[in-house]
């Protein structure tokens, strides 16, 4: 039986994080189908069925191009996710404020009172509180 499985699979794309995505956002299609407007259920079977299709699919290549699309437009919010979860972990820590000139974002470590910054970036000095 297993062995049947891996020779079915063999040669196939599998899974990856686009397809977890797909699944996520059906999830979430199904939830706000069920709850409150009932067509959106098709747009969630439709995501199911693409994820499956992408999961046993032959064709790696063009599965690959979608893939790069997906994270040409998914890597930069993960960043942005990635940014917030490591600011929160370290809110008691570290301040983070941006730089009143060119933006940039900066952070000083709590507890320390008014205190005066220069900017990385810009070399503008400023005054803030921590
Ligand atoms: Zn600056």
């Excluded at 067509?39 to 979608?66: H, M």
């Amino acid at each position: 039986m297993y062995e049947r499985l891996q020779r079915f699979l063999y040669g196939r794309y599998g899974t990856d994080k686009l397809n977890l995505a797909l699944l996520i956002v059906g999830l979430l299609l199904s939830l706000i189908g069920s709850l409150l407007f009932w067509p959106v259920t098709f747009l969630a079977d439709a995501l199911y069925i693409w994820a499956l299709f992408r999961t046993f699919s032959r064709n790696i290549p063009a599965r690959q191009r979608e893939y790069a699309a997906f994270l040409r437009f998914w890597s930069p919010i993960e960043g942005w996710l990635r940014t917030r979860k490591v600011r929160f972990s370290q809110r008691k820590q570290y301040k983070y404020f941006k730089c009143p000139s060119c933006r940039q974002e900066l952070r000083a470590p709590r507890g320390r009172g008014k205190i005066e910054v220069t900017c990385q970036k810009c070399h503008n000095v400023f005054r803030t509180k921590t």
